[in-house]
């Protein structure tokens, strides 16, 4: 099954992007389900999650956290109680992925190679301890970028992800991970990760909906 793992709405304060239009432009494209990844906090996408459910669609829940040393998506929090510093950018990336896993949650580093200013992970990843898997297909990267997290993940003997990074209906899909098990639920999507059993890529079915 397919899953585009890092999907933002309106409710991430960077956008427009509707939910509805999200989850209908998903099914369009055939995908299986959607993580919504909203930036902050975990607590902001519970709207998408009712309005998924409304529509018969599967739409799991993470985050996307702002760190010192770039973004990370956290897998399996269920609330917003992990956000300890009391604000929302400039985290210790560290701290955050040992609170996390206290949690029982998951961090992979999202986009590790596109620059973004000072708060670029880069070859910090290769150090990095205490992930579960990288992103190595994220849908707003260049391809080149791809490439060297796709290196890095094998490097690391860690599973990819892909995830389109939306902001808006026409970016939906555009890389998603294949599952090679089934996902019901964030139970389901941690297992399957922590098992290796994934892998990201570029959709096929991108740009068909």
Known sequence: MWID??????????NWLEPLDLIRQAKALGLDALVVTEHYSYEASQPVEAIAR??????????????DRGHLLAYGVEDDSWNTWNRDTWLPMEEVIATII?????????????EIGACS??????DLTGISAVETHNGGNIDSDNDLALEASRHLLLPGLGGSDCHKVSAVGRCATEFLQPVADMKDFIAAIRAGACRG????????G
Do not use: N
């Open 54 to 67: 409304e529509e018969g669609f599967l739409l799991l829940r993470g985050v996307e956290i702002a760190t």
């Open 5 to 14: 793992t890092h999907c933002h709405t309106k409710h991430s304060y960077d």
């Open 201 to 208: 890529g570029y959709f096929a079915g991108y740009g068909k």
């Open 102 to 114: 206290e949690l029982g949650g998951i961090c992979v580093p999202a986009h590790p190679f596109r």
């Open 121 to 126: 992970l880069m070859e910090g990843l290769l």
